[in-house]
């Protein structure tokens, strides 16, 4: 099974600056179809999971532009430009490349310093 | 607009039966696999199971082979998940998603407790 770690598991951003959580995989997550299918998602306190970024990088529809993802093969960044309030949460990255099962990292919980 | 709608969960105690039913609407339910994530209290997201579109085939986590079964009701536009022989460490939010992973239901929250 491939191994998600994520990284830094707590991250507290003061608002305007930027933040950058980091995803490693235990193997390369190109698939044979030449795609990367790692995905990141945003999930608030009694909320479901609302995803950000799939196919590495690419952003999903109502997704403000300071969200960015990035990366290649077994290292991945979901980077923040400027942290906002509504911003604050926790970020899992997926992957599904290899599967089954899908994998998730543990979590990274963002928070306004 | 797409829509997944969840229902089914509550209590039930150790070794009980449980089924979850995700209600979906706004595209076409049978052009889409189908999968149920979970998320014990205060941890992270774990997938438990994927179903293909047509139903044909079935995938699980290692933690709930041989307990869950995964199914699909393509002319109802349902998912179902039923869960049996059922643990404490079942205990958990389960989440029905489309394969996209874009559209999640809401959650429903199963207890198994004496």
Redesign the interface.
């Given at each position: 099974d491939v191994v998600l770690t994520q990284s830094p598991l707590s991250l507290p951003v003061t608002l305007g600056q930027p933040a950058s959580i980091s995803c490693r995989s235990s193997q390369s997550l190109v698939h044979s179809d030449g795609n990367t299918y790692l995905n990141w998602f945003h999930q608030r306190p009694g909320q479901s999971p609302r995803r950000l970024i799939y196919k590495l990088s690419k952003r999903d529809s109502g997704v403000p532009d300071r969200f960015s993802g990035s990366g290649s093969g077994t290292d991945f960044t979901l980077t923040i430009s400027r942290v906002e309030a509504e911003d604050v949460g926790v970020y899992y990255c997926m992957q599904a490349t290899h599967w089954p099962p899908i994998t998730f990292g543990q979590g990274t919980r963002l928070d306004i310093k | 607009e797409v829509q997944l709608v969840q229902s089914g969960g509550g209590l039930v105690q150790p070794g009980g039966s449980l089924r979850l039913s995700c209600a979906a609407s706004g595209f076409t339910f049978s052009d889409y696999a189908m999968?149920w994530?979970r998320q014990a209290p205060g941890k992270?997201?774990?997938?438990v199971s994927?179903i293909t579109g047509s139903g044909g085939s079935t995938?699980?986590?290692?933690s709930v082979k041989g307990r869950f079964i995964i199914s699909r009701d393509n002319s109802k536009n349902t998912l179902f998940l039923q869960l049996s022989s059922l643990r404490a460490e079942d205990t958990a939010v389960y989440?029905c998603a489309d394969s996209?992973?874009?559209s999640?239901?809401?959650?429903t929250l199963v207890t198994v407790s004496s």
């Open positions: - | 999968n994530v992270g997201l774990e997938w994927g995938y699980y986590a290692d989440y996209s992973w874009h999640w239901g809401q959650g």
